[in-house]
C-alpha cells in the first residue's frame, strides 16, 4: 500500500479513537510492518508533555485486510455497536481486522496489570522485597517500554529502610520466553574479562505473569558513549570494552535449550521485503540499492559459522550500559540464540553509524570507519568473521533505511543514495564470501 493511502487509514483511526477517548491524544508512532499490519499508539497530550513515552491507547489492522478496497471508508463509517468487547480495556471489530486496546488491557500480554501493581501479598511485591533484604516502604512501578501484544518494560523504584533499589522488569506473552531469558542471564551472571558481571543481576522470574526481574545497572547508556562527541581517549576504551564483552559472550558454554537459528536464510528473506517495500515506496532510487542487494541476497542463505555459538540477537549500543568507560553490561538477552557470532558483530557496525553519516557529513563518515576498525581489532575478529559481518552489516544498513516506509514516512532520497554506497561498501569487505560456493 502506497505511503499516501495508508496516512488516509491512519487519520481513519485516528476518527475513530477520538470518537472513544474524550481527552486530548497525542500520537506516539505509526507503524505498518509486514505480518504485523498498521499499529497507532498514543497518549494523553498532559503525558506527553510529562515525558511519557508508552501509548495510553493503540489501534491496530491486521495485515490481512490492508490490501481491502474501501477499507478507509469502512473504518471512517464504523458504528460504535459493532466493536466487541468492553471499554476501557479491548473492543474488536472482526469483520475489519481493527483492535483497540486502553492500557493496560492487552490480551497477548494477561500479567501486565498485575505486573504494573506490586501490592503488598503479591508474589510480586515479596519477590522485589526479597531483592532488597530490607523492608520495603514504597514501590513505584513505571512503564517505560511498550509494544502491544510484544512486550512491556516496567522500571520498579523500591523505597526501603535502608538502601534504595531500581529494578527492571518485561512482561513477555509467553512463559517459555521468559523462562528461557531468565535461565541465560543467571548463566551468564559471573565474572567476565574485567572481573565484573556483565549483565545485570538477575532476581525472579515469575512464570504466573509472565515477567523476568533484574537489578538496574548502574551507569551511561551505550549510545551517550559510542557516538562522535566522546573524547577520542574515552571513546576508545569504550569501543574496546563493547568488543571485549561481546567477544566474552560468544565464548560462553551453549546452554541447553537455546534455540539454533539459521540466521542468513531468515535475514535474506526479511532483506528481499524491506527491499521490496522501498522500491514500492522510492522507485526512483532503489534501482541502486537493488545493484546493491542482489550479490548480498545470494550470499545470505549459504553463510555458515562452525561452531554455532551464543548470539545476542540485537547487539548495539542502546542494548549496552557503561558502568566507566573500561567496563560495560549487555543488557536485554530475550533475542539471544544458537547463531553465528558474526551476526551480532554486523548488528553493531551497522547501528554504529551516527546520524551525520546519512546527511552526507565526511567527519561521520571518517569516525564511523576508524570506530568500526577498532571494534574488530579489539574483538580480535579473524578474517572470515569480518566478511560474515560485513553481509549481516550490509542486511541491518538496508533495514535501518527501510524504517522510514515501515514507520508510514516517505524515504529520503539522499539516504538510499548513501546507504546503497555502504552496502556496497560491506559486499566489498566480505568479497570473498559473496560466491556461494566459498561461503
Not at 520498579?156 to 533499589?165: E, I, K, S
Not at 533484574?214 to 574515552?234: F, Y
Not at 567527519?363 to 560485513?390: H, I, Q
Amino acid at each position: 500500500m502506497a505511503t499516501g493511502c495508508l496516512m488516509s487509514l491512519v487519520a481513519a483511526l485516528h476518527g475513530v479513537v477520538r470518537k472513544l477517548v474524550a481527552d486530548p491524544l497525542c500520537v506516539v508512532y505509526v507503524r505498518g510492518k509486514p505480518g504485523e499490519g498498521l499499529v497507532t499508539g498514543y497518549q494523553p497530550a498532559l503525558g506527553r508533555r510529562a515525558g511519557v513515552t508508552w501509548p495510553v491507547v493503540s489501534a491496530s489492522l491486521s495485515d490481512d485486510v490492508l490490501s481491502t478496497p474501501g477499507l478507509e471508508a469502512a473504518v471512517r463509517s464504523l458504528d460504535r455497536a459493532e466493536l466487541e468487547g468492553d471499554w476501557p480495556g479491548v473492543l474488536r471489530s472482526p469483520r475489519l481486522g481493527l483492535t483497540i486496546r486502553w492500557f493496560p488491557a492487552d490480551p497477548a500480554l494477561p500479567g501486565l496489570a498485575g505486573a504494573l501493581f506490586p501490592v503488598p501479598g503479591s508474589r510480586l511485591f515479596a519477590a522485589l522485597s526479597e531483592a532488597c533484604r530490607s523492608r520495603v516502604v514504597r514501590i513505584v512501578a513505571v512503564p517505560v517500554e511498550y509494544k502491544p501484544g510484544l512486550r512491556c518494560v516496567i522500571r520498579y523504584d523500591v523505597a526501603t529502610t535502608r538502601t534504595p533499589l531500581v529494578v527492571f522488569g518485561k512482561v513477555y506473552p509467553d512463559v517459555a520466553q521468559a523462562t528461557a531469558t531468565h535461565r541465560l542471564t543467571a548463566r551468564l551472571w559471573q565474572p567476565g574479562p574485567s572481573a565484573a558481571p556483565l549483565v545485570p543481576r538477575p532476581l525472579d522470574l515469575l512464570p504466573e505473569l509472565p515477567l523476568t526481574l533484574a537489578e538496574a545497572a548502574r551507569g551511561v547508556g551505550g549510545t551517550r558513549v559510542l557516538r562522535p562527541s566522546t573524547p577520542p581517549d574515552r571513546l576508545d576504551e569504550a569501543v574496546a570494552a563493547a568488543a571485549r564483552a561481546l567477544s566474552w559472550l560468544h565464548a560462553r558454554d551453549v546452554p541447553a535449550g537455546l534455540e539454533a537459528r539459521p540466521l542468513g536464510s531468515r535475514f535474506a528473506a526479511r532483506a528481499a521485503g524491506w527491499l521490496a517495500d522501498l522500491e514500492r515506496h522510492a522507485p526512483g532510487e532503489a534501482p541502486d540499492l537493488a545493484s546493491a542487494c542482489r550479490d548480498l541476497l545470494c550470499a545470505l542463505p549459504d553463510l555458515r559459522a562452525d561452531p554455532l555459538r551464543v548470539v545476542h540477537g540485537e547487539f548495539r549500543a542502546s542494548q549496552l550500559i557503561f558502568c566507566r568507560p573500561g567496563r560495560v553490561v549487555i543488557t536485554d538477552l530475550d533475542t539471544a540464540c544458537l547463531g553465528d557470532p558474526a551476526f551480532d558483530v554486523g548488528c553493531l557496525m551497522a547501528y554504529l553509524r551516527p546520524p551525520a553519516l546519512w546527511r552526507g557529513s565526511a567527519d561521520a563518515c571518517a569516525w564511523f570507519r576508524a570506530a568500526r576498525e577498532k571494534f574488530l581489532d579489539a574483538y580480535g575478529a579473524d578474517d572470515a568473521l569480518r566478511r560474515r559481518a560485513a553481509l549481516y552489516e550490509a542486511v541491518f544498513v538496508l533495514k535501518n533505511v527501510s524504517r522510514r516506509t515501515r514507520n508510514v514516512n516517505s524515504p529520503r532520497p539522499r539516504e538510499l543514495r548513501l546507504a546503497a554506497r555502504e552496502i556496497h561498501a560491506c559486499l566489498g569487505a566480505a568479497e570473498p564470501v559473496r560466491a556461494p560456493a566459498l561461503a
